[in-house]
């Protein structure tokens, strides 16, 4: 440990998933997927506003201080976008956004159904709200089905088996002033080794390289074998442990929003919860000053290797020549926070003791996880299948069981049954999640959007992360969404909020909450 | 240990106490709880197996995500 000072806790942080679904509709194509994902997010039956606010973004832009001038794409996923298979709509009309009463997006993804959680501070909102928006997306599908005949299915997961892979990207906000170095340096080793409490499990080797490659019959993570760079702004091809893309969604002087691609898209609320809440803390001790004194000699490796390891001793070799289980590397994040952290709010404290007692499984007997942990719960399903139907590892059935276990449907999914039948710890009630397909969670922004959507949802003209523009003349009037905003300010805001009546009086309100001057006309 | 298809050294494994605490206690305040974890039905959970269509993964083809 270096110098450090104290740091605020989960609480103090806000943070997002955004989820890709994988989107199989009976008699279509891949070649069709972006058609029939834009439709799945057009059947969306509730309350909704948009299109979404895309000058505020830009994905070229690298957090490094520059900007790349193409990104890096996959030649054979682009074969599915020949001229000929063009579509008459618009890049924004085929993205078919939806801003949600919730304050979540809802959009299609390239060829995906995509759902962004709203802001939250608690990983109990968060849950909840990645969960909802596997309801609202199973709903959508329902009334695609009715609507069309044909069986549509959704899986939770990031792999097709054949070489196409979609992600499950979480963002945590940052504070600016922590050099680029720092983040990068105290990330690495943690998102490379966290794959042991957040993987979601995968049958066999994607990519036919890298180690362990012909030995693995079953790994970690979903995603690792997509990971070949270290840093890098792409997120389609050439996918980089850390992803430098520089879209903090709030004032650029103060803040960045880490935007990390490498995880799994997670079934188990306990996993999500922990790769979060984990996930956070480490970036509390990076903000407190805190550097780890170790650095990986070759993370994409460790990161395959790790995953890949039949033998769960997991092994990483450090830049210095020493070779540390990943366990004990997670140990020293562990420790550090616990000295560090503990006692800042009941998000950490459960995420440090979940965090101890899970290292400690792994230690002793990984399948005492099996009801927590996405890899376990799914390793253990098919060891059982394999057992009663005297299959070996290598059958090509166990993939399709593999992608059942993501099934969203509650009487196909294999992750489905296990919570059906009380197999899997859960940390919210369907009361919760039903709640949150509807409400935003109360103490950030999103509470603010959710609430602009709800009453004035019809005249917006564009909406996003950062900022409301409502319809006015050639351009729109544009109301600042701040992300400082906490419990309180949501709070009196709301409040405010509640007394206007029209547009006008909405926008003067959100301006001078904001502290900014009343001027209709300013972009 | 020797599961089909796999080796796994549980004798090379550093051997740790393991926490004794209960997931979640009374107490707890506005934090993540767990429910109690009852035990399924094995049988239920190989019926619904059996019913996976086997050449599904193979069928299954999507687009890279951004």
Known sequence: MTKHHAAPGISGRIFGLETEYGLLVQGSGPEELMEESRL???????????????????????????????????????????????????GEQQRSDRVLANGARLYNDHGHPEYSTPECRSLRDLVAHDRAGERIILECARLREREIGRAVSLFKNNTDFHGASYGCHENYLCRRDVPFEKLLNGLLPFLVTRILFAGAGKTGVE???????????????????????????????????????????????????????????NLS?????????????????????????????????????????????????????????ATDLQRIYLRDAQALLAGGDVDTDWTL?????????????????????????????????????????????LRSLDLAYHDLDADQGLYAALEEAGQIVRLVDEERITCSTQRPPSDTRAAVRGELVRRF??????????????????????????????????????????????????????????????????? | MILKGFEIRGQERIQRPTPQEPFTRPGDGDGPKAPNVKRPDPSDLLKRMRRVDPDQARRYRQRSGE
């Open chain 1, 353 to 397: 003791r979940e965090w101890e007692r899970v290292l400690a499984d792994l230690d002793r007997d990984p399948f005492a996880a099996e009801d927590r942990l996405d890899w376990v719960a799914k390793r253990k399903l098919l060891e059982t299948y394999i057992e009663a139907e005297g299959l070996w590892w290598e059958d090509p059935a």
């Open chain 1, 269 to 325: 609320e306990f996993a999500t919860a922990l790769k979060v809440g984990t996930t956070s803390l480490v970036l509390d001790l990076i903000e407190s000053g805190w550097e780890p004194l170790f650095r990986l000699r070759d993370p994409v490796k460790a990161l395959q290797s790790v995953s890949r390891d039949p033998s769960f001793r997991w092994l990483v070799e450090l830049d210095d020549g020493r070779t540390l289980r």
């Open chain 1, 40 to 90: 799945l997010v057009a059947a969306y039956p509730g309350v909704w506003a948009g299109p979404w606010d895309y000058r505020s973004e830009d994905p070229r832009r690298d957090t490094r201080g520059f900007r790349v001038d193409h990104l890096s794409y996959d030649h054979t996923d682009a074969a599915y976008d020949r001229p000929d298979r063009g579509s008459h709509l618009t």
């Open chain 1, 207 to 265: 990519t036919g390289g890298g180690p362990l490659a012909k030995e693995c019959l079953f790994q970690l993570s979903q995603r690792a074998d997509f990971f070949t760079e270290i840093a890098s702004v792409d997120t389609l091809a050439k996918r980089p442990i850390f992803n430098t893309r520089d879209e903090p969604h709030a004032d650029p002087r103060l803040w960045r929003r880490l935007h990390v691609i490498c995880g799994d898209a």
């Open chain 1, 457 to 523: 949802g019809p005249e917006a003209a564009r909406i996003g992360w950062s900022r409301v523009g409502f319809k006015g003349g050639d351009r729109p009037h544009w109301a600042p969404l701040p992300v400082e905003l906490g419990s309180e300010g949501v709070s009196a805001l709301l409040s405010r909020l509640g007394a206007v009546k029209t547009v006008p009086e909405a926008l003067r309100c959100l301006r001078e909450e904001s502290g900014e001057v009343d001027d209709p006309q300013r972009i």
